[in-house]
C-alpha cells in the first residue's frame, strides 16, 4: 500500500482533482469536505501527510491543524485562498510544514506531497542516537525521536529538520536561509519568520528560556546555533 494522504477541502470539485492528482502518483488518498469529519479520519487512519483546506464550513481549518497536532506530528500542507503574506505565515506558525495559495497546479501540489512524505521517512536503520550536553539532548534518528532530559519531546517535522540541522554542527552558526534550505529546500519571502517561530516552538519544547537560552543561541544578524556540544 502507497502513503496515505488525507485531503480536506469543502469544494467537492477541488477535492475530487487533488484526490486524482494525488492516486496518480500511487497514494491511497482519503477525503473529507468537513473539518469534524477529517479529525474523525485521521485519528482512524492515521494519515502520513494532511492537506488541508483552511476555509471549512463547520471548524476553521486552523483549529483542525491544532486538533491535528495534538494527537500526533503528522505533516500538514495547508491550501489557502487567503493570499496575503500575513495569513501564509500564520498557517506556519502553526505548525503547517508548507503552504499552496490557490490556484495551484497539479505539478505543483503532486511535489509538495512527496516533499512532505520524504521528510517525514526514517532515516536508514543502525543510526545510533546522537547525545549532547552530557545527554541532556538526544535525537534518535533511527526513532524520530527527541528526548530533553530523558522526557520524550514531540517536534514537528519543520522543527525536527530545524534541530537536526543545527545538530549536525553543534556550536557553528547557521544562518535562517540554510536552516529554511536544510528543511525546505528552497527559501521565499518571509521565511525568516518562520524560521523564528518555529525556533521559537522549539525551544519552548525544549524547556529552552527564551531570554537566556542554553541549548539554542540566536547570534544577532547571523543565525541560531546549537550550544550544546556533542557527547563522544
Ligand atoms: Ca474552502
Redesign the pocket.
Known sequence: MGAVVLVV???AKLRGLVRAFLEGEGLTVFTSGSGAEALTIGSRVRPDVVVL?L??PDIDGEDVLRELRRSYDVPVLVLT?RASEEDRIRGLELGADDYLTKPFSSRELVLRVLALLRRGGLAPAGTAPSSFGGGLLVIDDQRHEVRMRGGQVQVSPTEWGILCALARVPGRVCSRAELVNSVRGYEWEGYERVVDSHVKNLRRKLQDSPESPSVIETIIGAGYRLCLQRDA
Do not use: H, Q, R, V
Request: hydrophobic share 30%; net charge negative.
Open positions: 477541502e469543502d469544494e483546506d476555509g471549512l485562498a
